[in-house]
């Protein structure tokens, strides 16, 4: 079974970056590394969600009781 | 079988029958001649022998009927009648050859009540699960985002099709891996049991629909069975039960973390709206141009008060055109960087890339970048 994004971790990373963000001494550098990157994550994030497309896998197991993982209906 | 009726044909002592074959006369006389059929009566006297045979009694005012029942047909009754409940049986009219006994082998028993044997099975099996503190354990609760979600239904029932229906339509980031079971008739509780116990085995799985639509009460057994409860309890993941139905619960109800009236509603629960979760992004896209521009202004301030004319004039140069579009405006591109470079940011770099932040980074004469919105603009530092 492949791994897919763990949206949880994600979002908590990106609040994570907000709320340091919006921290008032915060210098500026370091407010344009964490801009970037919460950019790059909300990009990435918004594009995973715009071309999921759910996948379906049928789990079988053969006669010695280990388990295969295949796409339904083929 | 098709000989005559000549039990009694000896009656000179000197061709006496022997005992057994007496018995096993009457036996073929009697399976010849009756064919196999359904009795009712009150049950009694129910003896349940070590080796799983079941042994009892029907009665009505007048009389009594012998009957055994074999192992594998007494393991398919839901329940042990309770003594005096009228039953239905069928069976084949026959005699025990080694007692002489007449009886009925029974293959099928049911109850005439409402509810019958069912019910007697339900709250026994409610109540052994209770006293292990099995229902009343507490809940898992239930993923936001779930990756892997695991379904135990039958591959060809519609439960199937509305959870991947709905699972598709609001969380297609989430996978569905199915596991096919039978859901109604012989050995489908075992099927449902081991496929529950393959979810441990599947370690991305987050969270388990088992389920199916809207069935009779005897199609919806499966998940009052005893042993599927507790195959649903020891899942590690979150379990939503999804069996259709209109007013029973079933055990697989009262063990699950989670219930739902239907499959549609078990993948709903499962799985957040992506809509809504866009939404949410959008929200934290806002949240972090305003840090960063907040961030700017302090700056901008902060330049202002000390008077330092070099960064006052870097920071002039920061605010471009653009930094009167509404940050308010709330329709603000804060997924792209360039959508607040956009709104009047630009962000000035050496040829090294790094970000120069300070007056001190900038010397006299030295050039440098600035990004802008549609490009990098070439810069050079004043004297």
């Not at chain 1, 897919?4 to 970056?17: M, T």
């Not at chain 2, 075992?190 to 199916?212: C, S």
Request: net charge neutral; with cysteine; glycine share 8%.
């Amino acid at each position: 079974m492949p791994a897919a994004p763990d949206f949880g971790k994600e979002l908590e990373r990106l609040e994570a970056i907000v709320r340091q963000l919006e921290t008032p001494d915060l210098d500026l550098d370091q407010a344009l590394q964490l801009f970037e990157e919460g950019v790059e994550r909300l990009r990435a994030a918004r594009e995973r969600l715009t071309a999921a497309q759910a996948k379906v896998k049928q789990v079988l197991t053969d006669h010695a009781g280990t388990l295969r993982v295949d796409d339904l209906d083929g | 079988m098709g000989q005559p009726l000549d039990m009694f044909g000896a009656v000179a002592p000197d061709g006496a029958w022997s005992v057994s074959a007496v018995n096993r006369r009457a036996r073929m006389a009697i399976e010849g001649s009756l064919e196999p059929l359904w009795v009712q009566g009150e049950m009694t006297g129910l003896k349940v022998h070590q080796n799983g045979h079941w042994y009892f009694t029907l009665r009505d005012k007048q009389s009594q009927l012998r009957c055994t029942m074999f192992r594998d047909d007494a393991r398919r009754v839901p329940a042990e009648p309770a003594e005096g409940m009228e039953v239905l049986v069928y069976g084949r009219p026959s005699i025990y050859e080694k007692r002489g006994d007449f009886q009925v082998t029974v293959s099928r028993l049911h109850s005439t009540e409402e509810g019958g044997l069912f019910r007697i099975a339900f709250e026994k099996a409610r109540a052994a699960l209770a006293k292990e503190g099995i229902l009343d354990r507490p809940r898992k609760p239930l993923p936001l985002y779930p990756r892997w979600i695991a379904v135990v239904t039958s591959v060809d029932g519609a439960a199937l099709r509305d959870i991947m229906a709905v699972a598709a339509r609001r969380w297609p980031v989430a996978q569905i891996a199915v596991i096919g079971t039978r859901v109604q008739g012989e050995g489908a509780a075992d099927e449902v049991v081991r496929a529950l116990r393959t979810i441990t085995q599947l370690t991305k799985v987050d969270v388990a629909i088992v389920g199916r639509g809207g069935g009779s009460k005897e199609d919806l057994q499966v998940f009052n069975e005893e042993r599927v409860a507790r195959a649903v309890a020891a899942v590690p993941v979150p379990v939503i039960s999804a069996v259709g139905h209109e007013t029973d619960v079933t055990l697989c109800d009262l063990v699950a973390d989670h219930r739902a009236a239907t499959p549609s509603a078990a993948a709903q629960m499962a799985t957040p709206d992506r809509e809504e979760v866009m939404e949410g992004l959008g929200h934290l896209g806002v949240r972090l141009a305003h840090g960063l521009s907040s961030r700017v202004q302090r700056m901008e301030e902060r330049a202002g008060r000390t008077g330092d004319k070099l960064v006052t004039a870097i920071e002039r140069r920061l605010e471009v055109v653009g930094s009167r579009l509404s940050v308010a405006s709330g329709r603000l591109d804060a997924l792209s960087p360039l959508g607040v470079l956009g709104r009047g940011f630009a962000v000035p770099r050496d040829a090294t890339g790094r970000v120069l932040r300070r007056a001190a980074d900038f010397r006299a004469g030295e050039r440098f970048d600035l990004r802008v919105v549609d490009g990098t603009v070439k810069a050079r530092v004043e004297n």
